[in-house]
């Protein structure tokens, strides 16, 4: 019903611009900026050119200077694109300048990334979580979307009463429209909390029997569902596109040990991340506060792999997770060469070295896995009398059961269990 702004039905051709205000930060901004181009080419819109401006001050009409301004402008028609895309969040009155100033379709990044998610969400909460964002974003920006009816009514002309009712027109439209999203905005948030209530539910029937729980945390596209469908033979989807997983997806694996562990793939991160997409995908990223620990995957191959993982672990922070024990993963080592690894050793010492690609590293990765969770189970071998079945259906139940001999009038059982539950074996293990 609501559109975040009134936008060109088809946007085919963009021209970015990323600001930077001081000049040590030059080398983030331009990092930055390509990251936008590669969230642009996300939603199959074609980059025809890009700009870096270093600007001395904020200004609050179009946040550089006017005189810049009109340059870009003039450089983004020039290249015939149809949309600006700015890195830099704008502010509801610095987009219709800037639409005023080159009447060209003016987006930032924060709305690059919504629609990216609009496009990507699948499931009941996914679709609520994303129209929840983009309602508390168009709001703010509800005058800019009814501008047209501004020149409607003006070109309709009757002088200086016609324009008057122009006015009106879209005035009345205004305040009807912030009614009817605000609405809509109270309905998305009851809706939400009715999902929360079942994820809630879910969980306590998962706590019922209680499995240790990892969480698949990690920047955007740097390999969480590959790495998901490589330990628990599941078949989630995985693409080489930002945002991908926009629903968690809780898969049960097992250890070599025979050791039982539910992992959660979550949505990816990405810096800039808007703090509303943050506050929407709380319920979704609960996953990662409630696990009992955290697998955080790094793209190695990136350039940025360290900016990467402290954008992640700053998110982290934000939702209350920033405390839970982490198992750090840099994945892709296929891609780079054994300097660079040794150089993100550095960075990262108590790292995992994997490629899920190829399956370097995988072993040593369940190794990990099972260090973690030690001081969680104990093995045993019991000395069983026939009697004491209802023991050998606990240890199949809670546990692993891992071998069984019965040929000597008893029940021989080797087995691993929850440690807590150990005290319920003490007395049959063989001596």
């Not at 080159?102 to 990334?113: F, K, L, N, S, T």
């Amino acid at each position: 019903m609501f559109d975040i702004r009134e936008k060109p039905n088809q946007v085919e051709r963009a021209f970015l611009i990323g600001a930077y205000f001081d000049r040590r930060h030059k080398a983030e901004a331009a990092a930055l900026l390509d990251e936008l181009a590669e969230l642009v080419r996300t939603l199959g819109i074609l980059v025809v050119g890009k700009e870096l401006v270093f600007a001395r001050e904020h200004t609050a009409r179009y946040l550089i200077g006017s005189g810049k301004t009109a340059e870009l402008t003039a450089q983004a028609k020039a290249l015939e694109a149809d949309c600006i895309v700015w890195d830099n969040e704008l502010s509801p009155a610095q987009q219709r300048a800037w639409e005023s100033e080159g009447d060209i379709c003016v987006i930032d990044r924060h709305e690059v990334i919504l629609d990216i998610f609009n496009m990507r969400a699948k499931t009941r909460e996914a679709r609520l979580q994303v129209e929840l964002a983009r309602l508390e974003y168009s709001i703010p920006r509800l005058t800019r979307m009814w501008a047209h009816l501004d020149r409607q009514g003006g070109g309709a002309g009757g002088g200086q009463g016609g324009a008057g009712a122009a006015r009106g027109e879209g005035e009345t439209q205004l305040e009807v429209d912030r009614r009817l999203a605000n609405k809509r905005l109270d309905r998305v948030r009851i809706e939400l909390e009715e999902v929360k209530r079942q994820r809630d539910t879910m969980r306590k029937e998962r706590s019922r029997v209680p499995v240790p729980h990892a969480a698949i945390v990690g920047y955007t596209n740097a390999g969480k569902s590959s790495l998901l469908n490589k330990l628990t033979s599941s078949d989630v989807l995985e693409e080489d596109k930002l945002f991908a997983t926009l629903d968690t997806t809780t898969r049960r694996m097992e250890l070599p040990d025979g050791q039982a562990m539910l992992v959660t793939d979550t949505v990816g991160f990405v810096r800039n991340l808007p703090h509303d997409l943050v506050q929407s995908f709380r319920a979704t990223l609960e996953e990662a506060v409630l696990a009992d620990f955290l697998i955080h995957v790094v793209d190695a191959s990136s350039p940025e792999a360290l900016k990467f993982y402290q954008t992640t672990t700053q998110v982290l922070s934000e939702l209350g997770a920033g405390d839970k024990r982490v198992l750090l993963v840099l994945n892709k080592v296929d891609l780079i060469d054994d300097t660079r690894l040794t150089e993100l050793r550095r960075d990262f010492p108590d790292a995992v070295a994997i490629s899920v690609k190829t399956g370097q590293g995988l072993d040593d990765l369940m190794h990990r896995l099972h260090d973690f969770m030690i001081d969680r189970v104990v093995r045993l071998d019991l000395d069983l009398p026939l009697n004491r079945m209802d023991l050998v259906a606990l240890a199949h139940q809670e546990g692993k059961v891992l071998a069984e001999d019965y040929e000597t009038g008893r029940a021989r059982v080797q087995c691993v269990v929850p440690k807590r539950l150990e005290s319920r074996f003490a007395a049959f293990v063989a001596r």
